[in-house]
């Protein structure tokens, strides 16, 4: 199984895998996400470390499960041969309706066919007043137009 683009990765090339990476965590498809990565892909979230395909599609499942109405942005940070490392931002809210902006960075590493083999991810969160959102698009994919995180200041 391939997934372009493969390394190595140009600054192009690194920006259009991180775009496929949020369009697809925007889906919240936890089996459909966990497609991108080796089945015995590594990671790190915040303090809870994974293996394998059936790991994150259970530990995403928990995720949207308990993050509810998620909308994120990538940004390539910078990249070089089979590294990206990337930072983003996305907003959601709990069943109470608090709603809060998690801030993070990504390192990724991948195989030869373009799969992830390893994620390191550090998030915090933030609680926001919900008129204080800035991502208001409806739920799936962002649409072209929006702004960027650096066009959002953040």
């Known amino acids: 199984m391939s997934r372009p683009p493969l390394p190595p990765f140009t600054a192009e090339t690194a920006a259009a895998k991180a775009r496929l990476a949020e369009d697809a965590w925007n889906t919240r498809d936890p089996a459909r996400v966990a497609l991108a990565y080796t089945p015995d892909s590594l990671w790190r979230n915040r303090a809870e470390f994974l293996q394998g395909r059936e790991a994150i599609e259970a530990f ?36 109470s309706g608090q709603w809060f902006r998690s801030y993070g960075n990504e390192n990724w590493e991948f195989d030869e066919h373009g799969l992830m083999r390893r994620r390191i991810a550090s998030i915090n969160d933030a609680p926001i007043r919900e008129s204080d959102r800035k991502y208001r698009w409806p739920l799936g994919r962002r649409p072209d137009d929006h702004p960027s995180l650096s066009d959002l200041g953040l």
């Open 60 to 95: 995403l499942t928990r995720k949207w499960n308990r993050e509810l109405d998620y909308r994120l942005i990538k940004e390539v940070w910078t990249s070089g041969g089979n590294r990206i490392a990337v930072r983003f931002a996305y907003e959601w809210h709990d069943d």
